[in-house]
């Protein structure tokens, strides 16, 4: 199917929490040659990290007026409130944006939104060019969805009662349902076998032909990813999910908190304190920002489970406020005073 050359195409970049979609975007962002782009990012939480990631780019054909961020709760819940302002908002830039690139949070699910582009207020302005869902090669080939729920994953094998999956479970299922295309991330840690496993793994959640691309680093042909227009929206009925005889859904399976600590004298303690933590406490992911004592450059902080990513990504700037502020994301009930005093030991 052709777009219409008035519309602009945008790309949904689901998946689940750690699995890469920032980084991918990001790269995108870098690769697209000739293309003014936008960006929407939906944050699980009130701090917006992946955003404040992007902005630091730097990128001339994506300045930071270009990207805006939605946190006020997952952009399938809120997709009423918050999708078409942001789009108003978009279109409304000059010079006029080529494509659009959409970024929802871990837990999202993607079909709500998408039926939101046949919504009258945005069908005649902008078109599904593609649903991308980016998947954890590492965790795959471990034989999980995402590389923090070993013990959950372990108890619902154990357990010959349960007969349904978890809701990480059906959040991938739903994810991959509407993809046109999964990207398999880190397989820079892979060998052959572990490659072929973490493939597999996603082929059998697969309810129709899709294929597989293989990336790390985020590394990717951009044409691979762009440009494939599909007009999405005009087939996502018939991609059934978990969620389709639902009139309404939550995410109350999961929470998160922001926590804000002082300068950290160490950047490898820091990171050895939050793999411990999420090893001893169940914490899914944790994002943020760092001040690093005597150090002039911002600590940035990734953590799925309990590997931990951290670098220097940028100068602090002139009047810019120094403050180690973090994201934790868990399933509901997660102790968060300990989680606390464990992070700020």
Same mark, same amino acid.
């Given at each position: 199917m052709t777009i219409d050359v008035d519309r602009v195409p945008c790309t949904v970049v689901t998946g689940f929490l750690g699995a890469g979609k920032t980084t991918l975007i990001r790269h995108l962002m870098e690769k697209l040659p000739g293309k003014r782009v936008a960006i929407i990012v939906n944050e699980f939480g009130d701090v917006g990290i992946d955003g404040e990631v992007l902005k630091g780019c730097a990128i001339e054909s994506c300045p930071d007026e270009n990207i805006i961020e939605l946190a006020n709760g997952c952009i399938c819940c809120t997709v009423a409130d918050d999708f078409v302002p942001a789009i108003n908002q978009i279109l409304s830039l000059r010079p006029r944006v080529d494509h659009i690139l959409i970024e929802t949070s871990g837990l999202a699910l993607p079909k709500p939104l998408v039926q939101a582009f046949n919504w009258p207020a945005v069908k005649a302005r902008v078109t599904v060019d593609a649903v991308v869902a980016v998947v954890d090669g590492v965790a795959l080939a471990e034989g999980r969805v995402a590389s923090d729920h070993d013990a959950l994953e372990a108890q619902r094998q154990a357990d010959g009662s349960i007969d349904h999956d978890d809701p990480v479970e059906e959040v991938f299922d739903d994810q991959i349902a509407c993809a046109d295309l999964i990207v398999l991330t880190k397989t820079d840690l892979l060998d052959l076998g572990a490659l072929t496993r973490a493939k597999s793994r996603v082929a059998a959640h697969l309810p129709r032909a899709v294929k597989i691309v293989a990336s790390a680093h985020g590394s990717i042909d951009p044409g691979v990813l762009v440009g494939l227009e599909l007009a999405v929206e005009d087939d996502i *009925? +018939?991609?059934?999910?978990?969620?389709?005889?639902?009139? @309404?859904?939550?995410?109350?399976?999961? *929470? +998160?908190?922001?926590?804000?600590?002082?300068?950290?004298? @160490?950047?490898?303690?820091l990171a050895k304190r939050i793999a411990e933590t999420a090893e001893a406490k169940g914490v899914l992911r944790v994002k943020g920002f760092v001040n690093v004592a005597n150090k002039p450059m911002r600590l940035q902080v990734q953590a799925v489970g309990s590997r931990v990513n951290h670098y220097f990504d940028r100068v602090w700037a002139p009047g810019e406020t120094r403050q180690t502020r973090l994201v934790v994301i868990g399933e509901r009930g997660i102790d968060r005073s300990a989680i606390e005093r464990m992070l700020a030991a």
């Open positions: *009925e +018939s991609r059934r999910t978990h969620h389709d005889d639902e009139l @309404d859904h939550d995410h109350d399976d999961f *929470e +998160s908190f922001v926590l804000d600590l002082p300068a950290v004298a @160490d950047a490898e303690d």
